[in-house]
């Protein structure tokens, strides 16, 4: 059985009802406005052959009623306000990077509300934030490479080397709240004994060449350098998740750019 739907509306006697090609969607309604005497200078937009004003002017429930794709008129080029799509609602690769400072280093900061593959049914990510060379750049992240869906983002540098960050919830080694530190996972030795081998994928035993306890800003910073394979970590917890900051180099790399890798790595900090 077929509904159909009628539309009506009051108009002065002397004229008629008639939509006019160039009228207004009201935004947030389902009803097209006639008789609308605004000339507006925009482009008009044709869906299935009928004159639509652009995706700017429309709200939310009337694109999805004419069939429209959800974008930001920002993002199809049009002028006005249209309806912004939160960060949160896109996962993967979102900007957070700054403009080089005068020594050429940037640094990215994990946006409020990236989303990601991992943390359903956890509180929000504590953002964090590292600084790298100029020629650093995000690479996408898939599911299938090694740390699974908990690798929140990787950075690299045909140069110098590799980053990635894990975010992996406390609960899943130990029960400590929602306000977990690092030291009450345990001491470095037993962190890098239980977390080096997501890292490198494989154990770490007589692979640790150095391991550092720093403070900053009242939070406790676990550093190790392992060799082989050539790499730093850098963990803490934050929230109710544990974070590995991890830097990979070949070993022309490692040998020639160990400096700006030892530097992002003492760079990281959860915020």
């Not at 539309?7 to 935004?27: E, F, G, I, L, R």
């Not at 060379?133 to 140069?159: C, H, K, M, N």
């Not at 590995?244 to 180099?249: D, G, R």
Request: hydrophobic share 35%; aromatic share 8%.
């Amino acid at each position: 059985m077929g509904t159909t739907l009628f539309a009506s509306c009051w108009v002065p006697t002397q004229s008629k009802c008639k939509p006019k090609p160039d009228m207004h969607v009201k935004k947030q309604s389902l009803l097209l406005r006639c008789c609308e005497e605004d000339e507006s200078t925009r482009n008009d937009v044709s869906v299935g052959g009928k004159p639509v004003k652009p995706i700017g002017l429309l709200g939310r429930r009337s694109a999805i009623v004419l069939g429209l794709p959800l974008f930001s008129a920002a993002a199809l080029g049009f002028p006005g306000d249209g309806f912004a799509i939160k960060q949160g609602l896109l996962a993967g690769r979102i900007p957070g990077l700054s403009e080089p400072d005068e020594k050429g280093w940037r640094t990215y900061q994990r946006p409020d509300e990236k989303s990601g593959g991992h943390g359903v049914g956890w509180s929000p990510i504590i953002p964090y934030k590292f600084k790298v060379p100029q020629d650093w750049d995000e690479v996408p992240v898939s599911i299938a490479d090694l740390g699974g869906t908990e690798i929140d983002l990787r950075f690299a540098s045909p140069q110098e080397g590799r980053l990635f960050v894990i975010v992996a919830p406390v609960l899943r080694f130990a029960d400590l709240g929602d306000d977990a530190k690092i030291e009450e996972i345990g001491p470095p030795e037993k962190v890098i004994n239980a977390f080096g081998p997501e890292v490198i994928g494989e154990n770490v035993e007589g692979k640790v060449l150095s391991m550092d306890v720093v403070q900053h800003s009242g939070r406790t910073y676990y550093q190790f350098e392992l060799e082989p394979p050539h790499v730093l970590i850098t963990a803490t917890a934050a929230g109710n998740r544990l974070y590995l900051f991890n830097i990979t180099a070949k070993g022309l790399q490692w040998k020639r750019h160990y400096k700006d890798l030892k530097q992002i790595a003492d760079s990281f900090r959860v915020v």
